[in-house]
């Protein structure tokens, strides 16, 4: 396994630091502009095409799609992301046998050229690639505790709620990239078994008529950090955002790799987002 420079944006839960370097970030929802105060950092990464990490062990994985390639505009037909859903069931039942029931509920396109921070400065404009959302540059899991079982009671219907808040049940995402391999901005993730307990902090998210809750991670030396190095549409990577036993939840976040040519295309993705309930 190799090792690739990169910078990340971590969050941070107090007063800012002498000799670190801090940005501005910002999270568009609707018609609302959330503002962090990121620090930013340079870490070592590593490549991991020749090794396949275990999901129940460590919470993520990558595997191989052996479905048909779908493109970027193919997966905004309300028809064919249905077809999309059903090859990434097969893909995590695949990968899991403990699998029973699987509800996908979000698919996020993304492209780096959509700018949060660009948008901000005039809400009433559309901007030419509107129909993306941009990549993720912050160290976050999607869920805490409550907000993972609010999404749950979103979901389902309250008599499927309550069959699956007896068992075993989760939120995983799959992600991959979408047109073409990966060029900049890959996504990444932290080991979770070098994660402690205090290397993050809640963070509040405002969405029109509603606050949601994501971990916000902080910068912390213990990290050990993974990726797949030009990556491309044919694999996914399969990650687990909450669980109500023994899967680790994976931190993650988009990388600006060091030297990354200034021709690199920008980097296109979907990720989607399944409530999961496992056999036992």
Known sequence: ????????????????EEGKEYVDYKVIRGSVINDYKLERAE???QEVSNYK????????????DPNRSFSSDEVQDKEIIKEYEEGLIRIIKQENPNVAEIKAFD?????????????AEDLTKVPEDARFRPVALHVHGDYTTESAWEKLKDVLSPEQYEDWSKGHWGIVNIWRPMDYPVEKTPLAFIDPTTVKSDDWAIKEIHIPGRVGHIKGFLNKPNYRWI?????????????????????????HSA????????NA???????SRLCVRYYK
């Not at 396994?1 to 800012?16: C, D, E, F, Q, R």
């Not at 295309?265 to 990720?271: A, F, Q």
Request: proline residues 10%; positive net charge; charged residues 20%.
């Open 107 to 119: 698919h996020t396109i993304r492209q780096d050229t959509a700018d949060d921070m660009k948008r």
């Open 53 to 64: 990490p275990d999901l129940l062990k460590l919470g993520f994985t990558w595997t191989n």
């Open 1 to 16: 396994m190799g090792s690739i420079k990169a910078l990340v944006n971590y969050h941070t839960n107090g007063p800012m």
């Open 265 to 271: 295309k920008p980097r296109r993705s979907i990720e």
């Open 43 to 45: 870490i070592n990464v």
């Open 227 to 251: 990726m797949l190095d030009q990556m491309p549409p044919s694999k996914v990577w399969i990650f687990t955002q909450f669980d109500t036993q023994n899967i680790p939840w994976v931190p």
């Open 255 to 262: 990388l600006d790799i060091c030297g990354t040519p200034a």
